[in-house]
């Protein structure tokens, strides 16, 4: 059984008391191989669930209050089921509000609950803390209202959520990650059709290392929705002639040529990179069925060149990490991830190659961007689980 961290049992007795009996949910963060930006194109996404993640000890109140307490903020929230709305002091909130809000839409009597929220899934760097905390309130609500919701359901509340009160469009990968994720696999999924398999992932003598490049980009969010408009108007332009496309997963680099480009170069180049990435998703996991991890990783670094030249989502900081492994050969692959404007690379890389990278890279990087480089080294983890409960 997995551990949680005690401190969030501490507090919620210390806040809460020792009458209820809470339920404990842990749902972890995610990483994505390959497979950027093309998940609201109804493409396919590579992503796992990682060794970090969000912790949510929560239990039922016998009246309609909702009291939550954020134990790495050391701030607390009030409000009452009837009267929740997206807030805008403070974010954190709304992750665990927006998929309450979800409850309501299905027209039970929901009681109001208690819960403290700890993560160790860093915020802002593209490792979907939030899609973390809005699963493991979906699934912890699920089992104490016994809504008996699949997990599928829960993870279309959890990603509405993000939608309502985060205001961020967001595709559903981030959310099908953290919930359905299974140690050491990957999921190829088809977000258009929602159909995934489970890919083995081992890697032999190379782990996964993500560099932080410590960017939150205040825009993200809304440059996030921009990149979703510019892919609707390229699949109306392309509709026009081919009223059977209704998303860039069913446009060819053909069509661009022929009823976007000459049109408008900017909207041809976003969809071009959607088009594209689509494809070097389903190649890249020929190379991981053949074990050919140096074919994945080429299509990692051509990914990164699409992110940061055409689809526009990069930023300095990203490209000058990447720039910085592209000729060590201890290093097979390496990306920005993610959302972008920020957050993390995801490289693949020797194991025994790690600590001398860092030792380079950290204080380049520190000079070049006055910002300090974090790095985590993460595997593949399992998905949304209730780790303990005393109910
Ligand atoms: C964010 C979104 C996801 C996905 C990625 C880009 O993480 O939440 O839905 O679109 O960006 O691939």
Partial sequence: MSTYPKEILQTYTTVFGTTTKPVIVRSPGRINIIGEHTDYNEGFVLPGAIDKAAYLIVALRDDDEIHLVAQDLNEEYRTYVNDIAPTINTSWPNYILGAVAQFKKLGIALKGFNAVLQSDVPIGAGLSSSAAVECATVFALNHLYNTQLDRIAMVKMAQRAEHEYAGVMCGIMDQFASMMGKQDHLIKLDCKTLEYTYVPFKLEGMKLLLLNTNVKHSLASSAYNDRRNECSTAVAMVAKHQPNVSS????????????????????????????????????????????????????????????????????????????????????????????????????????????????????????????????????????????????
């Fill in 248 to 391: 860039l997963r069913d446009v060819s680099e053909a069509m661009l040529d022929a009823y976007v480009k000459p049109y408008d170069t900017l909207i041809d180049m976003r969809s071009r990179f959607v088009v594209q990435e689509i494809q070097r998703l389903v190649d890249a996991c020929n190379h991981l069925n053949h074990n050919d991890i140096a074919a994945l990783g080429s299509k990692m670094f051509a990914t990164h060149y699409g992110l940061s030249n055409m689809y526009a989502v990069s930023c300095k900081e990203l490209d000058w990490l990447v720039d910085h492994v592209k000729d060590n050969t201890n290093v097979i692959g390496a990306r920005m991830m993610g959302g972008g404007f920020g957050g993390c690379t995801i490289n693949i890389i020797k194991e025994e190659a790690i600590v001398p990278l860092l030792e380079a890279l950290q204080p380049a990087y520190e000079s070049a961007m006055q910002l300090p480089l974090t790095s985590y080294v993460v595997s593949i983890d399992q998905g949304t689980s209730l780790i303990e409960t005393y109910v």
